[in-house]
Nanobody, 127 residues
Framework: QLQLVESGGDLVQPGGSLRLSCALSGFTSDYYAIGWFRQAPEKGREGVSCLNMNDFTTYYPDSVKDRFIVSTEGAKRTVYLQMNNLKPEDTGLYYC????????????????????WGRGTLVNVST
């Protein structure tokens, strides 16, 4: 059974850093991407990173580029999101999610393309 379990959320001061983890299990396909999304109170869910687990290409929106880094380890059982220079507007519930894709077309890295969601981990950037 496919599972994604997030951890690492915490209260952190502005300018601080956090590393989130997403533990993966049950994946058998070679063609999937793991995205990190966040949802702030009273706002929609937005993507903050995407990692193609086949060729390891990455995507970041401008709002987090040069501050967030997505990575995985050799066995591809965990995907990490390193978040640096955190700002109050980074506060939210952070989800990891899986998108399975056709290699002829690539990933969307969008909310609408997600096939499976984790349950989320809370990040609070505040003094």
């Amino acid at each position: 059974q496919l599972q994604l379990v997030e951890s690492g959320g915490d209260l952190v001061q502005p300018g601080g850093s956090l590393r989130l983890s997403c533990a993966l299990s049950g994946f058998t396909s070679d063609y999937y991407a793991i995205g990190w999304f966040r949802q702030a109170p009273e706002k929609g869910r937005e993507g903050v990173s995407c990692l193609n687990m086949n060729d390891f290409t990455t995507y970041y929106p401008d709002s987090v580029k040069d501050r967030f880094i997505v990575s995985t380890e050799g066995a591809k059982r965990t995907v990490y999101l390193q978040m640096n220079n955190l700002k109050p507007e980074d506060t939210g519930l952070y989800y990891c999610a899986a998108e399975f894709f056709n290699p002829d077309f690539g990933t969307t890295c969008q909310v609408d393309g997600v096939d499976f969601w984790g349950r989320g981990t809370l990040v609070n950037v505040s003094t």
